[in-house]
């Protein structure tokens, strides 16, 4: 019996899943951006050799020099900002710690060597329209971000060609100097040129430039997880594995703590899985478009954090779908919850290796998002959205 089909999870998506023919689809990149510099590698234990299964499958390393970050509660962030941030949705009266409650209501999961709160944040939207050139408002930019640390995120998701270079100096100007816990997790394989158009750079030294480039602007020698972004549907080969080399290296130097893989397909995982470990796969999943139900299965059983990128949707046409829903706003009633807050309480009652990074732009909207930890799904929830949200593609 798989996770997703226990009987706390009997709306379990795979279930499903399983009466509709497999179909090979790899799901449409979100938007992506450019970059320039370079940073110096940190000191750290070598990894000891890899494990691997009965089958000679390649399935982890255990690294006893490497002991694991552990979360820890935190107070207002004050360091050199100016004391602690306060939510913009003051009518709700809710303070940093009622949302610091609800994120530690959804438990935490590994995320290669780190552990983080399962509800983190994506940077992605701080940046302009199109996730192009500057933020709107600058200061609410810098504000929501360090509303989010002060209320207990320690995973943060975010890209060097988000803006580009943008949103990486927000976060670095906002939360500089990092707290200890803090997880930042970024993505290569792409770039943004002047016209906006999202291009690919997803060449073996192209991918270490963008590693690089990440670490000079956030201003770090290090990353938690860099996510390997497929730019295109083709079938994983030799340059897969020439890409992935790529990243492997960079964790062997120092530059990253973990190898995540992203808008990749089944076949994708279990190949990285041959020759390395991966820390997190970032696929777009939400409650209207489930599409990598195998994906899912598969890093659930290896115990590998899940990371559904547009958790509300994408493109927008989906997302009114999900935010519009008369039946999420039925049960937003009953619950007390928004339409919002029920298709990510969905996600976090999913399956427990799910980490999200819902992003905004507002720190209204981030409250939100925060509290959505706190809804609890019983199973006529679950069979509701079961009924009005059916699994209908799968990844190959």
């Not at 580009?164 to 997790?185: K, M």
């Not at 997302?319 to 029920?342: C, D, F, H, M, V």
Request: aromatic fraction near 4%; glycine fraction near 6%; charge should be positive.
């Amino acid at each position: 019996m798989s996770v997703l089909d226990s009987p706390s999870n009997r709306h379990s998506f795979l279930a499903r899943s399983a009466k509709v023919a497999a179909v090979p689809v790899i799901a449409a990149p979100a938007p992506p951006t450019p970059t320039a510099c370079r940073a110096t590698p940190r000191s750290r234990p070598r990894r000891s050799a890899p494990r691997s299964n009965a089958q000679g499958h390649y399935v982890g390393r255990i690294n006893r020099n490497m002991p694991r970050r552990r979360i820890r509660a935190r107070g207002p962030y004050e360091h050199h900002h100016g004391g602690a941030c306060t939510n913009s949705d003051s009518s709700a009266g809710e303070t940093m710690s009622d949302h610091l409650h609800a994120i530690e209501s959804a438990g935490s999961y590994a995320l290669g060597p780190w552990h983080v709160r399962r509800i983190g944040y994506g940077a992605m939207q701080l940046a302009g329209d199109n996730v192009f050139g500057p933020p709107r408002d600058r200061d609410e930019a810098l504000r929501v971000l360090r509303a989010a640390v002060d209320s207990g995120v320690n995973h943060i998701d975010t890209a060097q060609y988000y803006g580009p270079v943008v949103v990486n100096e927000l976060i670095r100007e906002a939360l500089r100097p990092y707290p200890a816990d803090l997880a930042i997790v970024s993505k290569v394989s792409a770039r943004r040129d002047a016209a906006d158009a999202v291009l690919p750079f997803d060449e073996p030294h192209q991918l270490r430039q963008g590693i690089e480039e990440n670490l000079t602007t956030l201003g770090v020698s290090h990353l938690a997880a860099v996510n390997l972004r497929m730019m295109d549907q083709s079938t994983p080969g030799t340059r897969f594995d020439s890409q992935l080399a790529a990243l492997i290296q960079a964790r062997e130097e120092g530059l990253i703590d973990g190898i995540g893989l992203s808008n990749i397909s089944k076949r994708h995982l279990l190949r990285a899985l041959e020759q390395t470990e991966v820390a997190c796969v970032q696929n777009l999943f939400n409650l209207a478009d489930q599409s990598s139900p195998d994906v899912l299965q598969e890093c659930t059983n290896r115990g590998i954090a899940f990371v559904p990128f547009c958790p509300l949707g994408w493109p927008r046409s989906v997302q009114n779908q999900i935010l519009t829903s008369p039946a999420l706003a039925a049960l937003g009633n009953r619950l007390q919850a928004t339409p919002a807050q029920i298709a990510l309480a969905w996600l976090v009652d999913l399956a427990s290796n799910i980490l999200l990074i819902p992003g905004t732009r507002t720190r209204a909207h981030l409250a939100e998002n925060l509290d959505a930890a706190g809804v609890q799904l019983d199973e006529a929830s679950r069979a509701e959205l079961a009924r009005h949200f059916p699994v209908t593609r799968q990844s190959a």
